[in-house]
């Protein structure tokens, strides 16, 4: 059973800067995908960016170029790097693992969910 816990979230006004951080229970990082997914009141959730573990990325277009996701060698952190937030990133955001195999940036492909960290960008 693999845990993971959130942190990182805050307010912030438009234009400004978080770095949200995801750590595990242990080392299981190797070999799963691993992705920020985020849900703002009354939407679905919806994927933010994954990172397989061959390090490739992939990110939903609406944060391409703002976000970065990443993870520490040791892969025992997962990291989502925000710059230039808008009001509209405004959700709460979760840690989410796939075990199996590919990477594809869906919650219905995630076997593993942090309980979230909450992101409020005002105008």
């Known amino acids: 059973q693999v845990q993971l816990w959130e942190s990182g979230g805050g307010s912030v006004q438009a234009g400004g800067s978080l770095r949200l951080s995801c750590t595990a229970t242990k080392s299981t990082y190797s070999g799963y995908c691993m992705a920020w997914f985020r849900q703002a009141p009354g939407k679905q959730r919806e994927g933010v960016a994954s990172?397989?573990?061959?390090?490739?990325?992939t990110y939903t277009d609406s944060v391409k170029g703002r976000f970065t996701i990443s993870q520490d060698n040791g892969q025992t952190s997962l990291y989502l790097e925000m710059n230039s937030l808008k009001p509209e990133d405004t959700a709460m955001y979760f840690c989410a693992a796939d075990a199996g195999w590919g990477c594809e940036l869906s919650a219905g492909n995630m076997d593993y969910w942090g309980k979230g960290t909450l992101v409020v960008v005002s105008s």
């Open positions: 990172i397989d573990h061959d390090g490739t990325t």
